[in-house]
């Protein structure tokens, strides 16, 4: 494993478990000091016990990213402490799948604040440090969904918001050394999925091109390539992590 992140203060939103926890042992195993806010008090205990295999470390805040007073909070928190924002990966997502009609107010605010407003905290949070040190990069969470899905206007709304902000903030960031890009996951093995009913869960993995769900550490991979320097020429984009699943329609 390469050492990537070394000396880097890498902010994971929604990282006690699933993607987020994925995300934050790949770049704790590439040396960053990996900073996870997330509302679980039990998951977030258990990132103290939590071995890393590599030579980074995790630090776990309890922190609502819907509430904007905590995200500044932890935000310039961490920049104090580290002196330095280099990542952050907008990760935290919540569903409350159902038709449109039968959408309460309560399940839509809820699904658009943790999935597209709390990103937006984020961003704007970390944008003035990151331009002070003219370097940044900001990974959000899309789904593969964003282009519409069958009882999820909500989450979808969220999703696709995540694009919109993501091109416009990759404008924004540009001529201070800061990319941001999205990433859309398809049908990747965390408790989120296993929360979706299970037929309709097996229907789809059954329409994946490459024939099977992913796994947490496919979608490591890409936020560890997007949030490198390396990846430096890349800004705007929205990447496919989905075994193929958005192409669309397949006669197989
Ligand atoms: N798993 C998939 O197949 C899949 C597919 C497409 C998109 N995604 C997206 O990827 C991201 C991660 O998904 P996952 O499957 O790991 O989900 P998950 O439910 O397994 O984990 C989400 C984490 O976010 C935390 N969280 C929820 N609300 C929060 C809040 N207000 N403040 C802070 N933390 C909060 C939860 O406690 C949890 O630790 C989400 O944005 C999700 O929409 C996942």
Redesign the pocket.
């Known amino acids: 494993m390469s050492n990537r992140y070394e000396g880097q203060s890498v902010l994971v939103?929604?990282?006690?478990?699933?993607?987020?926890l994925a995300m934050a042992h790949r770049f704790a195993a590439e040396g960053a000091s990996v900073h996870i806010?997330?509302?679980?008090p039990k998951?977030l205990a258990k990132l103290d016990e939590a071995p890393i295999d590599g030579t980074g470390r995790f630090v776990a805040h309890q922190?609502?990213?819907?509430d904007s007073t905590a995200v500044d909070k932890w935000v310039n928190g961490v920049a104090a402490a580290d002196g330095r924002i280099d990542v952050l990966v907008n990760?935290?997502?919540?569903?409350r799948d159902n038709r449109v009609e039968k959408i309460d107010d309560a399940d839509w605010d809820a699904v658009i604040s943790?999935?597209l407003t709390?990103s937006f905290y984020g961003v704007r949070a970390v944008m003035p440090h990151m331009k002070e040190r003219e370097y940044g990069r900001i990974v959000s969470?899309?789904?593969?969904?964003w282009r519409g899905n069958f009882g999820q206007a909500n989450?979808v709304a969220a999703?696709a918001g995540i694009v919109g902000l993501t091109r416009t903030i990759a404008l924004e960031g540009a001529r201070k050394g800061i990319t941001a890009n999205a990433i859309?996951?398809?049908?990747?093995e965390?408790?989120?999925?296993a929360s979706m009913n299970a037929p309709a869960r097996e229907k789809l993995i059954g329409k994946v091109p490459l024939g099977h769900s992913?796994d947490?550490s496919d979608i490591a991979e890409a936020a560890a390539f997007l949030a490198s320097p390396e990846a430096r020429y890349i800004t705007g984009v929205v990447l496919d992590v989905d075994g193929g699943l958005g192409i669309g329609s397949s006669i197989r």
């Open positions: 939103t929604g990282g006690a478990q699933g993607l987020g806010a997330d509302v679980d998951a922190v609502d990213v819907s990760n935290a997502g919540i569903i943790v999935n709390a969470f899309s789904s593969m969904s989450y999703k859309a996951p398809g049908l990747i965390t408790p989120m999925l992913g947490p």
